[in-house]
């Protein structure tokens, strides 16, 4: 995708009005791509277990980088998360994972529902329609939809449990006006400075 500006434009402690609020924008979109990515920091066996059961085969590894003690190396995980005991996986914890697409039957719904209270993104890509008469044009490399949950940085780097904020992604070069016109479309507003997204 790039470097685009993503624009802030709705937080909330209600995950569920946070993911149909990005439905609707979502439907703005004059183009939609067909692939959902998604990342989540896990934190319990019970959070991880639950994401194993929608996303199997996504690559999971250490939040963070771990070193052994002893030696000073990277600690690579290489535990399957799918047959590992809760005992074998607790120490791990946090693990993390991004993956490209949700599995067939998975949908971003199940997504929110499934995380905990660690910080995860959905986000869809697709392009805002042309709007030449203000000067604000489409952008198919950048422009997307994205939910964060249990964060309130775009990044997704920052945890603020029970914090789940929306932001519309527009251009490389930011569009405040079409920013603005999308937050009014959910009937919400620019809630800050836009960051790198």
């Given at each position: 995708?790039?470097?685009?500006?993503?624009?802030p434009?709705l937080?909330?402690?209600?995950?569920a009005e946070?993911?149909?609020?990005?439905?609707?924008?979502?439907?703005?979109l004059?183009?939609?791509y067909?692939?959902?990515y998604?990342?989540?920091?896990?934190?319990?066996?019970?959070?991880l277990?639950?994401?194993?059961?929608?996303?199997?085969?996504?690559?999971?590894?250490?939040a963070?980088?771990?070193?052994d003690?002893?030696t000073?190396?990277?600690l690579?995980f290489?535990a399957?998360?799918?047959t590992?005991t809760?005992?074998?996986?607790a120490?791990?914890l946090?693990?993390d994972?991004v993956?490209?697409?949700?599995?067939?039957?998975?949908?971003?719904?199940?997504?929110?529902?499934?995380?905990?209270?660690?910080?995860?993104?959905?986000?869809?890509e697709?392009?805002w329609?042309?709007?030449?008469e203000?000067?604000?044009?489409g952008?198919?490399?950048?422009?997307?939809v994205?939910?964060?949950?249990?964060?309130d940085?775009?990044?997704?780097?920052?945890?603020?449990?029970?914090?789940?904020?929306?932001?519309?992604?527009v251009?490389?070069w930011?569009?405040p006006?079409r920013?603005?016109?999308?937050?009014?479309?959910?009937?919400g507003?620019?809630?800050?400075?836009?960051?790198?997204g």
């Open positions: 995708m790039g470097n685009s500006v993503a624009y434009v937080r909330t402690a209600d995950p946070a993911y149909e609020k990005a439905r609707h924008l979502r439907g703005l004059a183009t939609r067909a692939q959902v998604v990342g989540a920091e896990l934190r319990t066996v019970e959070d277990r639950r994401m194993v059961r929608l996303i199997p085969d996504a690559f999971y590894d250490h963070g980088m771990r070193e003690p002893a000073g190396e990277p690579d290489d399957d998360v799918r590992a809760d005992a074998e996986l120490p791990e946090p693990l994972f993956h490209t697409e949700l599995p067939d039957g998975v949908d971003g719904e199940d997504f929110v529902r499934a995380v905990g209270s660690g910080p995860a993104s959905l986000q869809w697709g392009c329609p042309d709007e030449p203000l000067g604000s044009y952008s198919p490399k950048y422009d997307a994205q939910l964060v949950l249990n964060s940085a775009c990044d997704w780097d920052r945890q603020v449990t029970g914090v789940h904020t929306l932001y519309v992604h251009t490389k930011g569009d006006g920013a603005e016109r999308l937050a009014a479309a959910i009937g507003a620019v809630l800050g400075e836009p960051e790198q």
